[in-house]
């Protein structure tokens, strides 16, 4: 019963992380549609001012939450933790590459940040058990699981 029941936390978490990397790409979208209607981005545009390369940065920093949305689902509990804590602190600086102009870009920022810190948090405290420390290769040679994170 109680492997059914880690199971099933397992999956809740994992769904949870999931959810809130949706959130986090819907904020960054609609900050951006937010910012297309705006003068300045649309005089920007005419004048071709908008680089190819800055265009080709915002779409990688856009699949980072959409990656991760898959990879909270798939990957095993201790690597999905691993990923969605270091995913979750290196988007942090891309929300600001950008710095808020007006409200609705302090709302949809300080949204993003938010969820990011939730994420964090999540996967800071998601318990992991020993079975998959083993399956990753980080249980103790006694087989106890290691501390985490490693000293």
Same mark, same amino acid.
């Given at each position: $019963? =109680? %492997?059914g029941?880690?199971r099933? @936390?397992?999956?809740?978490?994992? +769904?949870i992380? #999931? +959810?809130?990397w949706?959130?986090?790409?819907?904020? $960054?979208?609609? %900050?951006?549609?937010?910012e297309?209607?705006? =003068?300045?981005? /649309?005089e920007?545009?005419?004048?071709?001012?908008? #680089?190819?390369?800055? &265009?080709?940065?915002?779409?990688?920093?856009?699949?980072?939450?959409? &990656?991760?949305v898959?990879?909270?689902? *798939?990957? !095993?509990?201790?690597?999905? %933790?691993?990923?969605?804590?270091?995913? @979750?602190?290196l988007t942090?600086?891309?929300?600001? @590459?950008?710095?808020?102009?007006? *409200?609705?870009?302090?709302?949809?920022?300080?949204?993003?940040? /938010?969820? /990011?810190? @939730?994420? /964090?948090?999540? +996967?800071? =405290?998601?318990?992991?058990?020993?079975? +998959? %420390?083993?399956?990753?290769?980080?249980? #103790?040679?006694?087989?106890?699981?290691? =501390?985490? !994170?490693?000293?």
């Amino acid at each position: $019963m =109680r %492997r059914g029941t880690e199971r099933a @936390a397992k999956a809740s978490t994992a +769904s949870i992380l #999931s +959810s809130l990397w949706v959130v986090v790409f819907l904020n $960054m979208v609609f %900050r951006d549609i937010h910012e297309i209607v705006t =003068r300045e981005f /649309l005089e920007e545009a005419l004048a071709r001012t908008v #680089s190819d390369e800055l &265009l080709l940065v915002a779409g990688i920093a856009l699949e980072i939450p959409i &990656l991760m949305v898959v990879l909270a689902k *798939l990957l !095993p509990p201790l690597w999905s %933790r691993r990923a969605n804590m270091a995913v @979750a602190v290196l988007t942090v600086p891309l929300v600001f @590459a950008n710095p808020p102009g007006d *409200l609705d870009d302090i709302w949809f920022v300080g949204m993003q940040v /938010l969820v /990011l810190v @939730a994420i /964090l948090w999540i +996967s800071w =405290r998601w318990p992991v058990s020993d079975a +998959s %420390r083993r399956d990753a290769g980080t249980a #103790s040679p006694q087989g106890g699981a290691t =501390r985490f !994170p490693p000293r």
